[in-house]
Nanobody
Framework: QVQLVESGGGLVQAGGSLRLSCAASGRTFSSYIMGWFRQAPGKEREFVAAISRGGISTSYADSVKDRFTISRDNAKNTVYLQMNSLKPEDTAVYSC?????????????????WGQGTQVTVSS
């Protein structure tokens, strides 16, 4: 079992940056693909980014590509999401998730474990 705890959310002006962290419990963190998802008010949860077990391969939603960067430190059992050039439409609750499947899945049901989420609010 993996427990995930996000941190780093907050209020930021448009054009600003935030770095989210997701700390995982357990000794098998490196065996999971890690992903970030977000859910804005009144909208469905959507894929943001994913990273392979070793951190070599990454995948991004078109809406965040070239602005967000996902990375991981397996020694620290932590995955990060660096968010630059933030826009008001990036406002959402951001959650990290862990998947034991192959590839870099973008669908919610591919992920078995979820954190509670952290709020990111971008003001215009």
């Amino acid at each position: 079992q993996v427990q995930l705890v996000e941190s780093g959310g907050g209020l930021v002006q448009a054009g600003g940056s935030l770095r989210l962290s997701c700390a995982a419990s357990g000794r098998t963190f490196s065996s999971y693909i890690m992903g970030w998802f977000r859910q804005a008010p009144g909208k469905e949860r959507e894929f943001v980014a994913a990273i392979s077990r070793g951190g070599i391969s990454t995948s991004y939603a078109d809406s965040v590509k070239d602005r967000f960067t996902i990375s991981r430190d397996n020694a620290k059992n932590t995955v990060y999401l660096q968010m630059n050039s933030l826009k008001p439409e990036d406002t959402a609750v951001y959650s990290c998730a862990a998947s034991a499947l192959l590839g870099l899945p973008r669908i919610i049901h591919a992920y078995e474990y979820w954190g509670q989420g952290t709020q990111v609010t971008v003001s215009s």
